[in-house]
């Protein structure tokens, strides 16, 4: 297997950095990838600050119904028709679904071509852009056709931020309260008063804290064979509620859906692992505020128990779960009966919370 590229960060002087790394480097040309709102709201911002000028821009549509092999071929043969050679550098502007897609194309064309990524939002710049997982959505399943190829560089630049609203802001904090939870408890206690919105100050320190999270594991496990598993934590459920909604009007964005796997997650965890009377409560109301509404019935519940049946990280038709044993102390490769997952979703069937619409 090839081994995973250690991506550079560049956060402090982003801009001059890449332009160094750019100028030292023998790439033939540079194209550039952005979906339908990061043409709009983000590529000038890139386009002012990049050096050498693109030879090509692919656009392609937004969000996560269209992270798939159709999308896909747009991009390829747009590659192809723009004579992108072995040596050329794919620039990636976006959120998580173009890291994935744009990364799982640049892995697969002509056997692999470097990219840089240039996370457009809080969901990628905490979490999707590191750790070198790229990935499409077939059928019912999420990021069942992928592969590991890292970037070369990965470009932080906080001023697109500024083209987000709250509602995205707020999913893309789902992944750093995920990061808290599974490292160690002083961190997500520290998360567990913070007032919303945050500071710019405050926001920043939490990327770095996140963005450091995440790479001390991949790079102790870059290939998800042990301890990376414990970043799938509250994805199982999540990625099957996600999923159910998606063809819907009541779509929900990924960290919504994954903050309704933690507390899913959660809740299977401290039933199983004993937790210690007040923790769930307090992990709960800590997520509650990033649940998007939807409609909770027998029907939801059968489409997600289907859907999780077709994770990926699925041995042998058992589904395995990364769980914790206490905040802060991942279990992972946990086998789980039906009857205890139904029983974790239908707290939202049952509860009665106000949720954030």
């Known amino acids: 297997m090839k081994p995973v590229v250690i ?17 030292h480097q023998d790439y033939s040309s540079i194209f550039i990838v ?44 747009d590659w192809l028709g723009m004579a992108v050679d072995r040596k050329s550098l794919i620039i990636t502007l976006g959120g998580g679904v173009l890291c994935d897609l744009v990364g799982f194309c640049a892995a697969t064309f002509k056997r692999g071509l470097d ?28 990021n069942i ?20 609203d709250e509602r995205h802001m707020r ?29 710019e100050e405050d926001l920043q320190n939490f990327i770095r804290k996140s963005m450091r999270t995440k790479m001390d594991i991949v790079e102790q496990d870059p290939s998800e064979i042990h301890i990376r598993k414990a970043l799938n934590f509250g994805h199982t459920i999540g990625h099957a509620i996600e999923k159910s909604t998606l063809d819907s009007d009541q779509a929900i964005l990924h ?27 307090r992990i709960t109301s800590m997520l509650i505020p990033f649940v998007k509404n939807i409609s909770w019935d027998e ?33 992972l490769d946990v086998k789980l009966d039906l009857d205890e997952i139904t029983s974790s979703l239908e707290y939202f069937h049952n509860k009665s919370y106000t949720l954030m619409q």
Not at 128 to 135: L, P, Q
Not at 150 to 155: A, D, T
Not at 173 to 198: M, R
């Open 171 to 199: 999913n893309g904090f789902v992944e750093i309260i995920k990061h808290a939870l599974i490292q160690d408890p002083p961190y997500w206690q520290d998360i567990e008063n913070l007032e919303w919105p945050l500071s």
């Open 34 to 77: 952005v979906d339908e709102n990061t043409n709009k709201l983000c590529l000038p911002l890139l386009l002012s600050n990049l050096s050498l000028s693109p030879k090509g821009i692919t656009v392609i549509p937004a969000g996560e119904l269209h992270k798939d092999i159709e999308t896909c071929m747009l991009v390829w043969n």
């Open 255 to 281: 960290g919504e859906a994954v903050a309704m796997g933690m507390i899913a997650e959660s809740i299977i965890s401290a039933r199983k692992f004993k937790w210690k009377p007040g923790f769930l409560e």
């Open 7 to 23: 991506s550079r960060i560049f956060q402090a002087r982003a801009w001059e950095k890449l332009n160094e790394y750019l100028e």
């Open 299 to 331: 029907e939801r519940i059968e489409s997600i128990l289907k859907n999780i049946h077709f994770d990926k990280k699925n041995i042998q038709s058992q589904v395995l779960f990364s769980l914790l044993e206490q905040p802060g102390k991942p279990a």
């Open 115 to 142: 990219c840089v990524y240039i996370p457009s939002t809080l969901m990628a710049m905490a979490d999707a852009a590191f750790g070198g997982k790229t990935g499409v959505n077939l059928h019912m399943t999420k």
């Open 145 to 164: 056709i992928g592969l590991f190829h890292s970037p070369q560089v990965i470009v932080l630049e906080p001023l697109f931020l500024n083209s987000l």
